[in-house]
């Protein structure tokens, strides 16, 4: 079975620093792997996805995420965080044998302070 | 363009009603699936669908039931609603394929007294 683990339930980062929300799997076969956002009182939009074509991959908003399969992790980065980053962000895989069915972390909230 | 839509947006239940929940999507998406959101648990797979007819159980689907008779459709039913199913539900959809992303609606705020 998959499995999404998120280290870090709050992350708080001053305006202009480094954001690194950290995401690692469980598979034997690297899975599908995605990234999601989600602000108050909505629902998750896609901030990128994991494609073997790059093992660096670059989404929406400036962020970014690096596929290491020696780590089995796929953590999120922003060179330099802005206060409308405040949100909280999801790790997802896709299963390997059944590619539509979704498993989450736990979710990790970023706090951005002025 | 209107997504996927969820209605309605909140509910209050008394425990042992019943309810359902809709989900409808326009981009013609053959995959759609049910979550629950809880704080600290992130999204939890209750039941998903491959197509029209198709259904299947998630990680969390005891106190549901689901259906799928058209593409557009994927309502999610509370039998008897209990206290330990207040949370947000959350409804998504894709096309089918590896590698796609699910698109989500808003949500479901449902309360159980």
């Known amino acids: 079975a998959q499995s999404v683990t998120q280290l870090g339930s709050h992350v708080s980062v001053s305006e202009g620093a480094l954001v690194l929300l950290r995401c690692n799997y469980s598979s034997s076969v690297p899975p599908y792997l995605f990234w999601y956002v989600q602000y108050p009182n909505q629902g998750l939009q896609l901030l990128l996805k994991?494609?073997?074509?790059?093992?660096l991959v670059k989404g929406i908003n400036g962020f970014e995420a690096e596929f290491k399969k020696s780590e089995t992790s796929f953590h999120l980065t922003k060179p330099s965080a802005h206060m409308s980053d405040a949100a909280e962000y999801f790790c997802a895989v896709s299963a390997v044998y059944n590619f539509n069915k979704f498993y989450f972390g736990s979710g990790t909230k970023l706090n951005v302070k002025p | 363009n209107a997504g996927v839509t969820q209605t309605p947006k909140f509910q209050v239940l008394k425990t042992g009603q019943s309810m359902t929940l809709q989900c409808a999507q326009d981009?013609?998406?053959?995959?759609m699936s049910w979550y629950r959101q809880d704080p600290g648990m992130g999204l939890r797979l209750i039941h998903y669908?491959?197509?029209?007819?198709?259904?299947d159980q998630g990680e969390v689907p005891n106190g549901y039931n689901v259906s799928r008779s058209t593409t557009e459709d994927f309502p999610l039913r509370l039998l008897s609603a209990a206290p330990s199913q207040t949370s947000v539900y959350f409804c998504a959809s894709s096309p089918q394929g590896s590698n796609q992303p699910q698109h989500f609606g808003d949500g479901t705020r449902l309360s159980i007294l």
């Open positions: 981009m013609n998406h053959e995959y």
């Open positions: 669908s491959v197509g029209a007819g198709i259904t």
């Open positions: 994991y494609t073997s074509a790059a093992t």
